[in-house]
């Protein structure tokens, strides 16, 4: 929940939960001008209510981000440039990202990262197979096991070892269900949902 401020308001908070499976279907057809109009739609929405600014809370609509942040009715935080500022202040140069394919594949955290003189590596081919197949048919449907997160550890140790990464970027907004900060000893835990959340209350102080 959102804490009130000094004179006891909290603030309003407008959620437009779109049609996840419209926009999944739109990315896997690489259909980014159609999803680009849809998101700056449903962020109309968001304006026509009332609203100030807006996020997409989900990492992987930011594959268009750029695209939906020049036609938006509204200023947008982008989940991404919050994780690596948060990568910057932390002085990591080389960090590990999981999420879904489009993510990992759609190439807008190392754009964003190359940027600011750090490197974004993903799991190889098998690994981010592993990862899409177990974020979008167990964690997205609230399914949490054991031996997922034991696989998932051993895709990260891979990185660790082969890539010498400081940092792993949560990327998608699912995974903290199933990763902890203790889960990765030695390297910094980089969790994209609670980064964006503090990016909007670090607006609203």
């Known amino acids: 929940y959102f804490e009130r401020d000094a004179s006891g308001n909290y603030p309003r908070v407008i959620i437009n939960s779109i049609n996840m499976k ?6 896997g057809s690489q259909k980014f001008d159609e999803l680009t109009d849809y998101l700056v ?3 109309a929405k968001l304006a026509d209510a009332g609203a100030d600014f807006g996020v997409l809370a989900s990492n992987t609509p930011h594959i268009v981000f750029e695209k939906v942040n020049k036609s938006s009715p509204l200023p947008l935080i982008s989940i991404v440039e919050a994780t690596c500022k948060k990568a910057r202040d932390m002085g990591l140069q080389r960090v590990g990202l999981t999420g879904t394919k489009f993510t990992m594949q759609g190439g807008f955290y190392n754009k964003v990262f190359s940027q600011h003189g750090i490197e974004v590596i993903t ?3 098998a690994g981010q197979s592993y990862v899409h197949d ?3 048919n167990e964690l997205v449907n609230g399914i949490i096991l ?3 997160r034991s696989g998932l550890l051993g895709i990260i140790n891979k990185l660790i070892h082969d890539h010498d990464i400081e940092g792993l970027i949560l990327g998608g ?3 903290p269900l199933i990763l902890k900060t203790d889960d990765v000893p030695g390297i910094h835990v980089l969790d994209t949902t609670e980064i964006h959340v503090g990016s909007v209350l670090n607006l609203l102080e």
């Open 173 to 175: 907004t699912e995974l």
């Open 146 to 148: 054991d031996e997922t």
């Open 123 to 125: 799991p190889d081919e």
């Open 41 to 43: 739609f449903e962020l």
């Open 134 to 136: 177990k974020y979008m």
């Open 22 to 27: 419209q926009m999944l279907d739109l990315i």
